[in-house]
């Protein structure tokens, strides 16, 4: 990273204020880029909202469904973060990714939302927590994809060799995949709600 940490955590601060409307302007770019690269993300610095002051913490890991669609963020966290350093699991309803351009090339920067409370109680990320975790999320997939395949694992061409009635089979492998991802994700996030209680 070239950009000082002054400058990155002012970027930050401005675009949670714009985000939350306390600021007329904000230096970050808001437009959707369109495709994002997960090298990127992974340099990214993540930066916590109830921390402001803290250093930034990293993202180590993008967790990935069925349905190929990010689920979850695995964030090492900066001990001035107030967490002892621990490695979160980070649902995609509490944190944004803000854009911003760099010598003409855009950067990430992400910011978590929930409060210190909420924080405290974040999975902290094990291999315990991805076993039980892939194992909810499986469950998930299989009771709502109506036997969907993992779209890991299917292909269009597949499909096609199928014969007769492949844009149909297309579809509904399509409808079930779709109405599984959801439910993982809801299966994800309503385990941190729980955890949150």
């Known amino acids: 990273m070239t950009q000082s940490r002054t400058t990155r955590t002012t970027l930050a601060v ?10 007329g302007a904000a230096q970050a770019q808001f437009d ?15 930066h916590f909202e109830s921390a402001p002051a803290s250093e930034p913490s990293e993202v180590v890991d993008i967790l990935l469904g069925d349905d ?13 973060v ?3 350093g621990d490695t979160v699991v980070i649902t ?23 409060d210190t409370e909420a924080l405290d109680a974040m999975p902290r ?8 975790a892939q194992e909810r999320a499986r469950e998930a997939w299989n009771s709502t994809g109506e036997g969907a395949e993992s779209a890991w694992h299917r ?15 297309w579809e509904r492998t399509q409808e079930g995949a779709e109405r599984a991802g959801r439910r993982i994700s809801e299966v994800l996030d309503q385990w941190t709600s729980d955890s949150d209680s």
């Open 155 to 169: 292909t269009r061409q597949g499909l096609d060799r199928i014969g007769e009635g492949a844009e149909d089979a």
């Open 92 to 114: 995609n309803q509490h944190y944004r990714l803000v854009n911003f351009d760099e010598n003409g090339k855009t950067q990430h920067d992400i910011i978590v939302e929930p």
């Open 14 to 23: 401005s675009a949670s204020l714009f985000l939350t409307g306390l600021a």
């Open 82 to 84: 107030g967490l002892d």
């Open 32 to 46: 959707p880029q369109g495709l994002y690269s997960t090298h990127a993300i992974l340099d990214a610095e993540v």
């Open 68 to 80: 190929r669609k990010v689920q979850a963020i695995v964030v090492d966290t900066h001990d001035s």
């Open 125 to 132: 990320y094990d291999q315990e927590w991805m076993n039980t």
